[in-house]
């Protein structure tokens, strides 16, 4: 069974830092661009960064530019996000996702994880 493990979130306080974690199962993740998803209440779900196949390119909307990293390790076949500076604008459930090129449409998704910024 095809599947996306994700881990890492919780509560952090402003200005505080997270990383978060997807794992592939059942599949190589390798061959796709992988990208972060969020999604806050009463809000459509939102693409927040991807990685190219290679690693060689990324990208990250506006509003996590200079706070977030994403990056990928083929050989433990996971993608990260490590998110720095929150805020509690942050507050969201992310979801990884896995997609043939980045901006392309998402192929599988994770179960997704809560992240609160909060003090």
């Known amino acids: 069974q095809l599947q996306l493990v994700q881990s890492g979130g919780g509560l952090v306080q402003p200005g505080g830092s997270l990383r978060l974690s997807c794992t592939g199962s059942?599949?190589?993740?390798?061959?796709?661009?992988l990208g972060w998803f969020r999604q806050a209440p009463g809000k459509e779900r939102e693409g927040v960064s991807c990685i190219s196949r290679s690693g060689g390119s990324t990208n990250y909307a506006n509003s996590v530019k200079g706070r977030f990293t994403i990056s990928r390790d083929n050989a433990k076949n996971t993608v990260y996000l490590q998110m720095d500076s929150l805020k509690p604008e942050d507050t969201a459930v992310y979801y990884c996702a896995v997609h043939s090129y980045c901006s392309g449409p998402v192929d599988y998704w994770g179960q997704g994880t809560q992240v609160t910024v909060s003090s």
């Open positions: 059942g599949f190589t993740l390798d061959y796709y661009a």
